[in-house]
């Protein structure tokens, strides 16, 4: 018997958990927490009216119709997708307090003000990408030829601070096991495999030193690279201890090591909103657009919102069951009636996180042909926070878009307390000073600030262990027949995967509940 | 004054020699040995003949025309390319030995049986891409979700053994730094600095220790993923320090830290011959192909070649000069007159590495679909040595191609003395002891063996120290007006850029030598 026969045994058997569990012990598994709903056909004549057309709102949508839901989606503006969102030559974007912008990069270009990249370890986006057919692209979330750089003038390769880090920190280890320092932790035997793995790893010589050397060069790079003929290359100088540790160099390092951030990651082919679209298509007939929720009631026998539609008519929609995906910084200004108190006390007490996001047209790929640097992410202590080139059309001639800046907290509202221009002009000055060139090659911008965009205020759910603790077990329940989805009901807030997550969820818990009732 | 103005000034008056120091200066120079001929028209009225059709033999011919010499190529195949090859399906390869291979893939799969990565710092490759539109992806080098794996049966994430072997070397520094061992290496503010940079880059916990937690799964992953609702994630545990040194776990870590191997990375889209293919639409109709060079002889006036057509008749073609790029493990049977003794001596002096590659394609992306990995490399003890996942066509629901063993030396030589069958069967019999799907998911395959491709006899130019010292240098000269070129004349050996490299240099030293004749 194959292991697959054995699988689909288990299955019959035991069904998909007990699937799962036994592709856990074969290795198998992911440890994702997403699983398919299988609602069957259970939802003939009942009626679930979905308040956000984001991306948890038509998750939730698209499964509940195909287990023969009535659904409606109720959402405030006029395309879909939430915060799943793309910005393409020609879009107009108004923020709260009126600056009104207008994206005038060249066509093929766009900047994702949103989420911006996609997880492999996101197996509900994977999911659905897969089923719709999204196309994904990689995202070179870690670039050895990005740069950390500091306001100092400091400017170094991720990729040599890397390879030095592990050089001096294998060294001084090295020397403290030679000296005997950590006899007591590291017994006789691993003593000689720790020398063996810190010089390899560590790139050590023979005296277990980290040194200037062809060999380090072999992995750090060249002051001048191997050629041809008789070009043997030249060795580079590592980047002293004391320098890495007096400017903190190492801080962003571990960022590509952080699991969502874990190789490899994508985007969507032609910009985020690929998901948004897809759903879209499949369940914007189920959309009312335009629609502004004004207040929300639920009774015994279902839950009514009232909304003002296109024209400024007050107008209501009734469901069975209700999934409100309005994120909790607008649903705490919205009425409720007849559900508890606690409830409606929970959604005041997550705060919603600030960011600013800046997109810049450049006349030339300058960080390509200049410098080497094909998409991926440059930290600096600069307020602008990083820079991320394009990771498409590489080497391609024509114009790119960066994101110029991305920032959260204080910073990002400093910059968007500032007009559209203004922020732009601190962007590239900002990004003139990583790279002299930006100044000159400055063509036009974008910028969003999340805390200022009328259908979110705010980027995400920003939890503390107090709150997660107090209202988040309120927040994610069922209460009769009103349930919360989106990303702030999830553990993975600010990412698509949350929304998604919280999405079918709450389906499953929505049609759990129709099936007893 | 800008510093773009500035550099152009310079450029006008020390020449592109004055611009690249400068630019080194000011940090935006890549260390790239790579600089654009620059012939001029110098060339009316002489003629270069090239031996062999390969990149080395292409770039010569296409900058060599540019200038307005005369050019021709003889190519032993009927196609250009050489090494840069990619088989489709339905293409035919005969190895030496007479075993004749179909490519069975379906449409649009393929493999590179010759070098299948293309690094952003191989500045002439970049530089060629370029100019010719080949459009590239990018070769996901560094896959945290990929396998290292062990015949012993472990089996474990890069990413967490990544994580893992910096959390374990920075605990024990950081109880080294503690116990004051290091005080003599160590100053006292910088050991401060020191444990703060051991405990953020080394994920230690409070107390210094590296952990199982929540903190450390936010980098290394988790048991049970975070999820929706009431699932914060269950914290997965460390490979232990012990368990990484018995096996060695940590020697395939640093290899995308090889300079080389530097994010970010890439393939050509649709195949690696897409740059020999773009050089053989500009120089094609130079090719003499078919052509099997029997003999060379130099004279005062010019280079002669004699060689069978593709009729088996013995032709000849002559040049003013000569840049001969066919590899050296056929060159050495080729004979030679008018050329010195010495050369033709350095030339039987230099090995061929044997390697052996299989194309794999299986019947669903089971890598993707059961175990999220996406592209990247897979390294293992076993004898098939490595396993690369397609980059590209990510979560699509047809067949998938992989690299399903790719190796060097004896093993090399064991593989390629099998059948083409019965490699291929140990190939899959080896892959699914990673991938227990794999047996039963095979389709086809097709395998090439380097020391028995009937134009090249070895997979690159084996050099050590000695031949290095002793040989090199003659095969790197120019001889009167014979010149090698290809990738083992530089110091890339079995690289493209090596072959674009030396072909470039060598149309340089005839063109200066030309140009005082």
């Known amino acids: 018997m194959n292991r697959r ?37 259970g939802g003939q004549g009942k009626k679930v009216l979905i308040l956000g057309g984001g991306l948890a709102g038509m998750v939730s949508a698209y499964e509940l119709q195909k287990a023969g839901y009535e659904v409606q989606i109720l959402e405030y503006r006029n395309i879909a997708g939430g ?44 999911h659905y990408a897969r089923e719709f057919g999204v196309k994904l692209e ?30 001096h920190v294998s060294e001084l280890l090295a020397k403290a096991v030679n000296q005997k320092a950590l006899d007591q932790a590291v017994s006789t035997e691993d003593k000689g495999k720790l020398l ?41 100088t590592p980047i002293a201890l004391d320098a890495i540790l007096k400017e903190d160099l190492w801080t962003d390092l571990n960022t590509g090591l952080l699991y969502e951030f874990h190789s490899t990651i994508f985007e969507p082919v032609g910009g985020m909103d690929a998901l948004a679209k897809a759903f879209e298509n499949r369940v914007g007939r189920f959309i ?69 996001k800046a997109g810049v047209q450049y006349k030339r790929r300058f960080w390509e042909q200049d410098e080497a640097i094909y998409g991926g992410v440059t930290y600096t202590d600069q307020t602008m926070a990083l820079m991320s080139y394009p990771a498409n059309n590489y080497n391609s001639k024509g114009k790119g878009v960066v994101l110029g800046a991305y920032m959260f907290g204080p910073d990002a509202v400093k910059f968007t307390g500032m007009t559209p221009e203004a922020r732009l002009k ?42 997660r603790e107090q209202y988040y077990p309120t927040l994610s329940a069922l209460h009769d027949r009103f349930i ?18 919280a999405g079918v969820t709450a389906v499953d818990m929505i049609h759990q509940a129709a099936s007893k009732a």
């Open 196 to 236: 063996e793995a810190l010089k390899g790893w560590g790139l050590l010589d023979k005296n277990y030193a980290y040194s200037k050397s062809l060999a380090t060069s072999f992995y750090r790079g060249y002051d001048r690279d191997p050629g041809a003929r008789l070009e043997p290359g030249t060795p580079s």
């Open 288 to 356: 009312t657009y335009r629609a502004r929720v004004t207040g929300i009631k639920q009774d015994a026998s279902g839950v009514t919102a009232t909304y003002e539609d296109a024209s400024g008519a007050t107008k209501t929609a009734t469901g069975d069951y209700c999934i409100c995906t309005i994120p909790l910084s607008i649903l705490s200004q919205i009425p409720m009636t007849g559900v508890e108190p606690k409830l409606v006390d929970a959604i005041k007490k997550v705060p919603y996180g600030p960011s600013f």
């Open 484 to 501: 919360l989805a989106g990303e702030h009901i999830s553990y993975w807030n600010a990412w698509q995967e949350g929304a998604l997550l």
């Open 5 to 41: 026969s054995f699988l689909e045994m288990v299955g019959l058997a035991g069904g998909s958990a007990a699937v799962y569990q036994m592709m856990n012990v074969m290795g198998l598994a992911a440890p994702s927490t997403y699983t398919q709903p299988s609602l069957g056909t």
């Open 426 to 467: 601190e962007v590239v000055r900002q990004n003139t000073v990583i790279h002299p060139q930006a100044e000159k090659e400055f063509d036009n911008g974008i910028s969003v600030g999340w805390h200022r965009v009328p259908w979110a205020l705010g980027c995400y759910g920003l939890y503390s262990d107090s709150t």
């Open 138 to 167: 990689v995202f070179p979330m870690i670039n050895h030829n990005a740069y950390i750089h500091r306001e100092s003038g400091t400017k170094q390769r991720q990729g040599q601070l890397m390879i030095d880090m592990q050089g």
């Open 83 to 126: 915060r799943c969102w793309t910005i393409r030559p020609g879009d107009e974007y108004t923020e709260l307090g009126g600056d009104k912008q207008v994206c005038r990069f060249d066509k093929g270009q766009y900047l994702n003000p949103g989420p911006w990249r996609v997880p492999h370890n996101h197996q509900a986006y994977q």
